[in-house]
């Protein structure tokens, strides 16, 4: 069996640490978002992959969700002495974008193995390797795809820019997601995706080869009592238009998943969600022990499972 987990940051890294604990590591494929990723300083940094290897490593600060746990902060404080010279419209030591004297590590490596001319599929594995992690890891594609924010008043922003930068406190009118026509799945992707008995989605995308196996897809709502745990998905999905809850949800990935599993809090909407031709399961999806993050692993695999038996 192997199991395909299409994912993105906190939540996804919390869903992989439960399956990890119900399914042997080597029959698992995370299929990482690359689409927030960034250059600061010159340095390529993948904040899903990031999130997500620390966490598996037991090495993420718990309180921020991101870097690294016993981190110091030298560098970044380092940078403030550039503040008083840099030039008017320079971008050159900037520090809105907290890189961990530790985490810096992790960027030093992963930029100087591309400019070695190794693809970013090679160095996730490298630096999944070095963090004893025992799963595939990969990204969703070796070419660069960036989410781009539209902000009325402050034009298009990168998704660093307005999730760090501006607190994700502007209100968007789009979003688009820059080279993803032209970018193709990693091949290993591609791969792991056709060949795996279930598919669990933390990540829009990868349509057709997910269409073509709706059947054994799984998606888990991030929309929870009306609201994101984390982050700016709900604010996000109004200011798009969109309904906010996991019925807005289920109509997003109705088209590529066979099920939908919901909060026990949405429990009411359970009819909604299946009057668009989607299976919908409730329980409680807050990851906030080991505990509920297996039940919840258990839960997705027997959706996947028992749809395709
Ligand atoms: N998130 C923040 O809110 N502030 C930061 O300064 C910040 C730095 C950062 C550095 C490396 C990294 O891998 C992630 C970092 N994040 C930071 C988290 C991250 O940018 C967001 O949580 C995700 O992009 C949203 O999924």
Redesign the pocket.
């Known amino acids: 069996m192997t199991v395909a987990v299409l994912c993105?940051?906190?939540g996804a890294a919390r869903y992989l640490r439960g399956l990890l604990d119900v399914v042997e590591p080597c029959e698992v494929v995370a299929i990482v978002n690359t689409a927030?990723d960034t250059v600061m300083h010159g340095l390529y940094?993948?904040?899903?992959l990031?999130?997500i290897t620390y966490t598996l490593a037991g090495a993420i600060d718990p309180d921020r969700?991101?870097?690294l746990c016993n981190e110091t902060w030298t560098a970044m404080a380092a940078l403030q002495r550039f503040d008083s010279v840099r030039p008017a419209g320079s971008r050159s030591g900037e520090s809105?974008?907290?890189?961990g004297d530790q985490?810096l590590a992790t960027h030093f490596y992963r930029t100087s193995r591309l400019a070695e001319g190794a693809s970013l599929s090679m160095v996730t594995a490298e630096i999944a390797a070095a963090w004893g992690l025992r799963l595939t890891m990969l990204p969703m594609t070796d070419q660069r795809v960036s989410t781009i924010v539209s902000v009325p008043g402050l034009g298009e922003l990168s998704?660093?820019e307005y999730?760090?930068r501006e607190h994700h406190g502007v209100a968007v009118d789009g979003v688009r997601f820059d080279g993803a026509a032209e970018a193709a799945l990693t091949v290993e992707a591609s791969h792991d995706l056709r060949g795996a008995s279930a598919v669990v989605i933390a990540l829009p995308g990868f349509d057709a080869m997910l269409a073509a196996r709706r059947d054994s897809v799984v998606a888990v709502s991030p929309i929870i009592g009306g609201a994101a745990l984390k982050?700016p998905a709900d604010r996000m999905l109004a200011e798009l238009g969109m309904e906010v809850s996991a019925v807005g949800v289920a109509r997003l990935y109705a088209p590529i998943a066979g099920t939908l599993v919901i909060d026990q809090v949405d429990a009411a909407l359970a009819p909604r969600v299946e009057a668009l031709g989607m299976r919908c399961v409730v329980v409680d999806t807050i990851m906030k022990s080991p505990a509920v993050s297996a039940a919840l692993a258990r839960t997705t695999l027997r959706a996947a499972q028992g749809a395709s038996s």
């Not at 940094?45 to 899903?48: M, R």
């Not at 809105?96 to 890189?99: D, E, P, S």
């Open positions: 993105g940051g906190v927030d940094i993948s904040p899903d990031d999130t969700g991101w870097g809105w974008f907290g890189l985490d998704f660093q999730f760090v982050g």
